[in-house]
């Protein structure tokens, strides 16, 4: 099969560092998927031809509309795009991006993905390891995610840097590199990484939660005695004297503990002492 002398010289190119797309495999659990990367990375296999992967190319046919749409609906502008830059220090690692937003810095990453099942939290989740990695290698703060769907839907997500993830993802890439100059194959490094944390910008409509309406129906019955309750609670706190380890009267209990803090607890009164005649 005839392979295109451009896609030969950027294989080449990808085998001298770890991108933002090997991030997501080796933080990942497919030990197969890690296994061959080593291997394109010692050069042994070639990377896979992804020009009849139809996902993969709806990625690439949209991703400069998904870069003008986030524009117009944003007013910020993308600069670098594709461009290639490499960390300061640790020159096997690189980062191809799809841009940077001029005015914050952030690093943009523009994403097809299909409508089915789709959810925020899993698409910043599945996609972590290429951010975090980008913004480790060009110091940036912070991540946009662009996203557009089949169903016709433009999702905006946020993400700020993460150093505890980071960290992780560095010590995973530093071994995984040293197994590509040692040609000891990988193992998973089965690194559980925290919970993406999103920026929480939407407005949710529960009306149709039975589960919702239930405890809605609860908190709502009992907030006029919870408020009751704790104003209670405070005034009875004003009577204990301050000498007192412990006070009772009229069915409960007040006591002090070491360090002051009150609390109280029901005892039983004398009618419910009362043995059954």
Same mark, same amino acid.
């Given at each position: 099969m005839f392979v295109r002398p451009k896609r030969i010289a950027?294989?080449? @190119?990808r085998r001298s560092f770890i991108g933002g797309s090997d991030a997501k495999i080796i933080m990942g659990n497919d030990d197969l998927a890690?296994? =061959?990367l080593w291997q394109e990375k010692r050069g042994e296999v070639e990377p896979d031809d992804l020009s009849r992967n139809l996902l !993969? %190319?709806?990625?690439?046919a949209t991703e400069q509309l998904n870069l003008h749409w986030y524009e117009i609906n944003t007013g910020q502008v993308i600069i670098d795009a594709q461009r290639r830059i490499f960390h300061p220090l640790h020159r096997w690692m690189a980062a191809t991006l799809d841009g940077r937003v001029q005015q914050t810095g952030a690093v943009f990453e523009a994403k097809f993905m299909l409508p089915w099942n789709f959810s925020e939290e899993e698409a910043a989740e599945k996609h972590m390891a290429q951010l975090q990695h980008n913004m480790w290698v060009t110091a940036s703060r912070s991540a946009v995610l662009s996203i557009i769907t089949g169903g016709g839907k433009w999702v905006e997500i946020n993400i700020h840097a993460d150093p505890l993830y980071q960290h992780l993802l560095l010590t995973a890439e530093k071994k995984f590199w040293r197994c590509v100059q040692s040609g000891e194959p990988p193992v998973l490094f089965n690194i559980e990484t925290p919970r993406p944390r999103l920026e929480a910008v939407k407005v949710v409509d529960m009306s149709s939660s039975n589960h919702w309406a239930e405890l809605a129906g609860t908190y709502l019955r009992t907030r006029e005695a &919870?408020?009751? &309750?704790?104003t209670a609670k405070a005034e009875l706190k004003k009577? !204990?004297?301050e000498d007192a380890k412990e006070a009772t009267g009229h069915g409960i209990k @007040?006591? =002090?503990s070491k360090s002051g803090?009150?609390?109280f607890? @029901? %005892?039983p009164t004398e009618a419910e002492r009362a043995p059954i005649q």
């Open positions: 950027d294989s080449l @190119a890690l296994l =061959r !993969v %190319q709806l990625g690439t &919870h408020g009751e &309750h704790e009577l !204990v004297p @007040a006591k =002090r803090a009150i609390s607890e @029901a %005892q």
